[in-house]
Each structure stands twice: as C-alpha cells, then as structure tokens.
Nanobody
C-alpha cells in the first residue's frame, strides 16, 4: 500500500491550496483518512479526518477555513485550505486507516508535502 500526496506549495496569506492524497495497492477497505501537520519545533497535530461515511472533524484552528473530503471510488482524500495563515505553514502528512492484504488493519502514511504561507 502506498499513499501519494500532492498539492503543497508557497502561497500568500489569505490564499488557498488543495491537497490530495491517493492510496493504492492491495486495499480491501479504508476506514478513516485524514491529514496531520508538523511545523518546525512543534509536535505533529491532527488537522482533519473523515470516516468512510463522511463524518468529519477538524482541529479548532482550521474550522471554517479547511474542508476535508474523500472520493471512495478513487481511494483519495482531499484537503481544501482557504484563508491560509502563516501559522498554517508546516509539512502536511496524509494517512489512511485501512484493511490491506490478508485483511490486516493498519495505518499508512504519505510522504509529506510542504505548505508555506507567507505574510
């Protein structure tokens, strides 16, 4: 199983970015998918997650600005980030809680994509 993230970059404060993360390989079923981020000198934090039936949750600091969604047919999760702030600058990691080969359940992680918001 591999998770391939894309969509990071450099944007000015107030701008928008859309992250994507596609899971591929021997996948039987995906439970939750989501995004973490880690800024320099800080702990990794959960930004947003979405269950297989579309229930979502967000860290307080991004509510109203970020929207998580998923396309189950494509095994892909998205993070639409609007009204970006310099404090959103971090490496963003996608993850998937899924059943893979042999119906073994595990968490898988993408490679991380850098988001930089300039003031």
């Amino acid at each position: 199983v591999q998770l391939q993230a894309s969509g990071g970059g450099l944007v000015q404060a107030g701008g928008s970015l859309r992250l994507s993360c596609a899971a591929s390989g021997s996948i039987f079923s995906i439970n939750a998918m989501g995004w973490y981020r880690q800024a320099p000198g800080k702990q990794r934090e959960l930004v947003a997650s979405i269950t297989s039936i579309g229930n979502t949750r967000y860290v307080e600091s991004v509510k109203g600005r970020f929207t998580i969604s998923r396309d189950n047919a494509k095994n892909t999760v998205y993070l639409q980030m609007n009204s970006l702030k310099p404090e959103d600058t971090a490496v963003y990691y996608c993850y998937a809680d899924l059943y893979g080969s042999g119906w073994l359940r595990a968490d898988y992680w993408g490679q991380g994509t850098q988001v930089t918001v300039s003031s």
